[in-house]
């Protein structure tokens, strides 16, 4: 009778052994399961944000690449680069400020009215594009008893070769004229004018009224 009970209870401590093992497996797999999935989850996470750095960082390499060459682009093509000089210069030009319209131009430089020689730059910038241009050496006309529109003024006039240009239908090496000329006697009816050949006609172009500012000597 006791060895039977006893018996019995060894075959219940034994098959409660077995489930104890068995639950105590289950829960390292699980636990392991889970640590594989974390592991998992956070590889995909770090590959994800690695590659949305990534993008994120070509997006803004490549903007900022754009934009570089449009400044470049912008600096490279725009009477602003040409100084606007303010005072009494030997000669010099502003048409007044330039807001996109129509036209704009102005210009600089140096001259001998004794050897009849000049120098000196000139920009021009419409919505075709912008020319810049060198003065040839010699002065072709200047008088200091000129008369425009009314009144008596200086006058100068002189050949403009195109140096640089983004307007497609001006090509740099086209030759050109310009004429200057400053109102005196407390008048401001000053004027700029370019004649151009018909390959770059659409430059020719007259400035005249209270907003050009000329200075052509003798001052």
Known sequence: MFRGRAGRRDTTS???LRQSETIVQEGRRAA????RRLIVARA??????TALIGFALAVLTSLAVKLTIASSASAATSCSELPTVYGVP???FHTGAYSGGASFAKGHGNVNLGSNTVSGVICQQDRAGVIIMA???HIDYHSHYATMWGYPGNIMKVKV???RSTDLNC???????ATLFASYNGV??????????????DQDRLYHGTQVNDQVPPL
């Open 32 to 35: 392991d399961d889970r640590r």
């Open 14 to 16: 034994g098959r409660r």
């Open 44 to 49: 995909l996470g770090n590959s994800s944000t």
């Open 171 to 177: 090509a740099v090496g086209t030759v050109g004229r």
């Open 135 to 137: 003065l040839a050496r």
């Open 161 to 163: 070769r195109v140096t």
């Open 90 to 92: 030997p000669w010099g």
């Open 188 to 201: 401001r009816s000053d004027s700029v004018q370019f004649f151009f050949p018909a390959a770059c006609r």
